[in-house]
């Protein structure tokens, strides 16, 4: 059996190749079976030759609806939706990981507060202009002295 992927199903369809879709149900998954004019093909993920699968049917037709496909077949006879929780990936890592990413979030959120009340505690700053006096008086300072000396 012949493998697509979505481009190339959208592609085929543009075509006119497809002849027909079949959503057809094996536990409590959907797969998207096509009929082409070169013979039967499954939909698959994009990146790797393993079958799309949809828990939702709703949601494949709308890819389906997108791709311009507006008839398409269920087949229903092996649907058993009690075998969801079977399928179900159980992940304690991403769990670890959520945790850890609030706590780091935590912890920005109270530096940031930490540094925003420093900032408004501190005095007022000089104002640029007196600052940039004060410098000038301090080279002409430097700039008189070393004149004197190089007099001497």
Same mark, same amino acid.
């Given at each position: 059996m ?32 096509i ?11 994009? +990146? %790797?030759?393993?079958?799309? #699968?949809?828990?939702?049917p709703?949601k494949?037709?709308? $890819?389906?609806?997108? &791709?311009?496909? /507006? ?27 959520? +945790? %850890?990413?609030?706590?780091? #979030? ?8 930490? $540094?925003?009340?420093? &900032?408004?505690? /501190? ?19 430097k700039?008189k ?6 007099? %001497?």
């Amino acid at each position: 059996m012949q493998t697509m992927n979505l481009e190339q199903l959208r592609a085929s369809t543009d075509a006119g190749g497809v002849l027909g879709v079949t959503l057809k149900a094996e536990g409590a998954a959907f797969y998207v079976n096509i009929e082409t004019r070169r013979g039967e093909a499954v939909m698959v993920k994009a +990146k %790797s030759k393993e079958p799309r #699968k949809f828990i939702d049917p709703r949601k494949a037709m709308l $890819v389906l609806r997108e &791709l311009g496909i /507006r008839e398409l077949r269920i087949d229903g006879s092996q649907w058993r939706p009690e075998e969801r929780e079977l399928d179900k990936m159980h992940r304690p890592d991403r769990s670890a990981a959520m +945790k %850890s990413a609030h706590e780091a #979030k935590a912890y920005t959120d109270w530096a940031q507060e930490k $540094v925003a009340a420093s &900032l408004a505690d /501190r005095a007022p700053g000089v104002a640029h202009d007196r600052l940039m006096k004060d410098a000038q008086a301090v080279i002409d300072a430097k700039r008189k002295l070393h004149a004197i000396k190089a007099a %001497s």
